[in-house]
């Protein structure tokens, strides 16, 4: 019985899988319980062909624990020419009334959040990831942003 429940699992999860053509780069990396300031999540892209335009993305998992309206991350694209470009993104994580936005049927939401759009990758690159977030009227950042658990990046082909 489990053995047969393992590989109708495999199965499905092959099948779910395969039919995201549009995919080219997706992987995610735990933060733990909280996301500390000082850590940063650094992604190495691989050399992607060069013809075709992507979009890129960063994603997030987060729960209930997540205490903030919006986020704001840090995101640094190193370029094949030794230049990095920073970017300082402010995305909504909440409604209004406090409930996280996001897909996801239990308390761990996913977000998709739009970085960069057609965009050509000429090379590998490397993409770093910090959180930026402070509370209202602060200047120190959070030291410690709970509620998100794992970043991922994805790059997707444009269609």
Not at 26 to 47: L, Q, R
Not at 77 to 90: H, I, Q, Y
Request: charged residues 25%; hydrophobic residues 40%; contains cysteine.
């Amino acid at each position: 019985m489990w053995i047969r429940n393992s590989t109708i699992l495999f199965l499905l999860t092959v099948l779910f899988v395969s039919c995201d053509k549009k995919r080219s780069f997706d992987e995610y990396h735990s933060v733990g319980n909280a996301w500390h300031k000082d850590s940063t999540v650094t992604f190495s892209v691989p050399i992607l062909d060069s013809t075709q335009r992507y979009n890129l993305f960063v994603n997030l998992r987060a729960n209930n624990n997540y205490q903030f309206n919006n986020l704001f991350l840090i995101v640094a694209m190193e370029l094949p020419n030794g230049f990095t470009k920073v970017d300082t993104l402010e995305y909504q994580m909440a409604d209004v009334d406090g409930t996280l936005l996001g897909d996801g049927f239990s308390d761990i939401k996913e977000s998709k959040l739009f970085y960069k759009e057609n965009v050509r990758l000429r090379s590998k690159y490397r993409v770093h990831i910090k959180q930026a977030v402070r509370e209202n009227g602060k200047v120190p950042g959070v030291t410690a942003l709970n509620g998100i658990t794992e970043v991922g990046f994805r790059i997707e082909k444009k269609e």
